[in-house]
């Protein structure tokens, strides 16, 4: 079975970065999948107020956001068609008109269709990051986040988030793929940020994964006086690791996510790729 990787791409207000067309592409390509690519082109909702229209020209703002939106998604499909070529990946695309409110929704919907999402996100584009929350949320798949000021990422060396829990565990089964070709695993656990089941937990994880012939490795650490999210991050990085594995602890409430604090600290501040699963 050949692997299928989605990637939504935000074309407004702000845009994906071009630097996730070659992230993106590079890793279809090391995992050997297919990609499909979706554009959200903005449809705005019309505004009837003649006020609107005789001192703001909210019409023409409308007209030239509109017009932003599809010469974006232009420039950005080409960009992923001219990386996919060379690469060897079989690429496909669409566009997904929608009321910017909904392009989160719509991504969602579009990800259940595939196997894992990847998505640009950076801590200073709201537009990416609201994407990522609502697809981490609402996808049900894989979503790896790729921050747009990083290079392409390192898949050899693969920290793990591990605290022994359920959303834990399934994080771990959605890295398979990840997984199966790392000459590297470490599995980082934070002994005094939550009551755990025991100690170690971490060397379990790395025997389980030892015993199905992955090179995994256990690394115990404390909680440092940064947010969980970064201190994880930080740590993985500090390893050597270009991937960091951990579930996406929150849910959603009327379009408002309350996320744990791990999750909510890698989606304010991405310093290496995270793949999060929910």
Request: hydrophobic share 50%.
């Amino acid at each position: 079975m050949v692997l299928s990787a989605f990637a939504p791409i935000a074309t407004w207000p702000e845009a994906t970065s071009e630097t996730f067309v070659n992230q993106a592409v590079g890793i279809a390509a090391k995992l050997g999948a297919r990609l499909h690519v979706s554009a959200l082109v903005v449809d705005m909702p019309r505004v009837s107020n003649a006020f609107s229209r005789l001192v703001l020209d909210v019409p023409k703002m409308i007209r030239d956001a509109e017009a932003a939106s599809r010469s974006r998604c232009e420039s950005l499909t080409a960009a992923f068609e001219a990386a996919a070529a060379p690469a060897g990946v079989s690429l496909s695309s669409d566009t997904i008109v929608c009321q910017p409110v909904m392009a989160g929704e719509r991504a969602s919907v579009g990800a259940r269709y595939h196997d894992l999402v990847m998505v640009g996100i950076d801590g200073g584009n709201q537009t990416t990051r609201e994407i990522a929350e609502t697809v981490v949320f609402g996808a049900g798949r894989p979503v790896l986040l790729l921050p747009e000021t990083a290079a392409a990422p390192n898949l050899d060396s693969i920290a793990i988030a591990w605290d022994g829990s359920r959303v834990a565990a399934r994080a771990v089964a959605a890295a398979t793929a990840l997984l199966a070709d790392a000459k590297r695993i470490v599995v980082l656990t934070v002994l005094d940020e939550k009551p755990l089941e025991d100690r170690a937990i971490g060397e379990r994880l790395a025997a389980a994964l030892q015993a199905r012939g992955l090179p995994a490795e256990a690394l115990t650490i404390q909680a440092e006086d940064v947010p969980i999210g970064e201190t994880l991050q930080r740590r993985a990085a500090e390893a050597g690791c270009g991937l960091l594995v951990m579930g996406g602890y929150g849910h959603s409430r009327l379009r408002d996510f309350v996320l744990g604090g791990a999750t909510k600290g890698v989606l304010a501040e991405p310093h290496l790729p995270v793949l999060l699963s929910h």
